[in-house]
């Protein structure tokens, strides 16, 4: 699975091809717009991979959109930190987990009057301000500890409608029992996850538990299952289908985990292009267990902009 | 399913029957041993269960043994439990999940050299120790927090060759990242279950999340799946039969809940009886989504000593 496949024009479609000059342009001309997984394939940690900037400038005339798993930060954040190394990407172009449980219940018409119970940080809790919802919980009931004596009863908010689950480092055993006794005793209470990964680069050096973990654990003690906003889960679709009007065999999704962002691309029928910068190895790609076929794979995203100055030549 | 059923001695065998002065004696003569859970059988949080003393007095010219999931105690705690409520019992008789876990890696020849990480409470460092292990985190790692530092690395022990999770009321992101740590990097480490009980009665009023809460956020960061050692993995069964050497045929486990207690006895072929004085109501008992039949059913364990004295007279 290397360049010489990628030369074949007799290729069947279902096996993945290495970007090479010989394709990329089937690639870019059969596209409107750009969807891009942001760790891992943007940058690592805070450190931006290379050739990102180049990129994103060749891709400038197409739609470009960052679609990110990280429940951690809101979009405003998120635009900020794309500002801060130096790429100037707006509020719009950025949908993160945290936004999708906003509009997760702003379109299935969450009562205002009901409030959100937060397993996860400040991002989830900005956007669902934003959107006009009552946030509990979060960082602050991070340092609450709970009181096991006998006849001490923990109480929690009868008009919490929704737990939403996401990446927390605060997380503790206090979060657990609220969410648990909302998601148990509130009648039709919801249980939204703003994603599964297992785990997330929160640091350069190393992975740490994703909100994978959080919504385990939540599933653990509830029995069951959660509402799935973030990726592979193609909720977020509908919102960029109507927002930029592109049928997405026009978009391509370009990232670097298999069963979040190849496999959300392949859900949605869009173009997938895996990239070899962040979790996924080639060897992962190529295991015998692996069932993810992306349509492309390369090295890094600049390998887009190095195709098509060689495929000009 | 009540009286009446009981009374037929044309009673399929796996049909439930409702334990009754007409077929107490069958079940009392046909055992040499009765196996008790603790939480919802002997007490709820703090208070002894009606006519537990009595029930006992009258079983002791039997095997008595107590075989609990709860993983937060070591049998010597266990056993002063039992005293402060009026009961003596000895540290022999009594079997928690923390116990298990000590006697897993003892019968799996763990070596001494290796440590054993705990996302759990003081029971399981406490039997751990007991068997010669050295245990590392516990309630102490819950006092410690994470810093997300670029640049900056989480640091585990690479001697670590197990990491035990059981109910953790200290439960945090550093010890979800240590034990993540473990599993995912060393070598040939273990990862160990004391149980998966959903929810348990920490206090009198209320079910917490339990064991099943944080062993599933394990699993979901490491994806992974654990040995269980508590109910309803028949491991412990191994010690009781070396131990008392009694066939599992001759053994009653007792016990309030249908997908642990009771399939524990039906995995190790031993007689059962579900008592309704815990989690388990008749409705889910006879709920046509419960695939999980005792063999007996009762109020609480104080029938058996009423049923046996109004089958006397």
């Known amino acids: ?13 279902t096996k993945c091809q290495s970007l090479s000059p010989y394709n990329v342009r089937d690639l870019v001309d059969s596209v409107d717009a750009f969807l891009f997984d942001c760790d891992g394939v943007i940058w690592k940690g805070d450190s931006l991979i290379d050739g ?4 994103l400038e ?26 801060s190394l130096g790429i100037s990407v707006t509020m719009d172009e950025i949908f993160t987990s945290s936004f999708a449980a906003a509009m997760y219940l702003k379109v299935n018409d969450f009562p205002k009057d009901k409030k959100v119970y937060v397993i996860g940080e400040e991002g989830i809790l900005e956007e669902l301000e934003l959107a006009g919802f009552t946030g509990l919980g979060g960082p602050e009931d991070g340092k609450k500890t709970v009181l096991l004596r006998s006849n001490s009863l923990f109480e929690h908010d009868k008009s919490v409608g929704a737990v939403v689950v996401g990446l927390d480092q605060y997380i503790n ?21 703003t994603n599964r990964d297992a785990v997330g680069h929160l640091t350069n050096l190393q992975e740490w538990p994703g909100a994978g973990c959080m919504v385990a654990a939540m599933c653990g003690s509830t029995q069951k299952e959660p ?5 592979p889960s193609i909720f977020m679709m509908d919102f960029l289908l109507k927002k930029f009007n592109i049928p997405t065999s026009r978009m391509c999704m370009v990232g670097d985990r298999l069963d979040t962002d190849i496999l ?21 790609l190529e295991d015998i267990s692996n069932h993810i076929q992306p349509e492309y794979y390369s090295s890094k995203v600049s390998d887009i902009p190095k195709f098509l100055s060689a495929a000009t030549l």
Chains 1, 2 share one sequence.
């Open 52 to 55: 990102v900037p180049e990129t």
């Open 1 to 13: 699975m290397d360049g010489q496949i990628s030369e074949s024009t007799m290729e069947e479609k």
């Open 173 to 193: 055993f206090y979060k657990l029992q609220y969410g648990t006794l909302c998601i148990r005793e509130n009648p039709g209470c919801l249980f939204i996850a």
């Open 227 to 231: 509402i799935v906003v973030g990726k």
């Open 264 to 284: 959300f691309g392949l859900n949605a029928g869009c173009r997938t292009l895996l990239v070899l910068s962040g979790v996924t190895s080639i060897s992962t």
């Open 58 to 83: 060749t891709l400038r005339s197409m739609k470009l959109v960052f679609v990110t798993n990280n429940s951690r930060k809101s979009r405003s954040q998120y635009a900020k930190k794309f500002n």
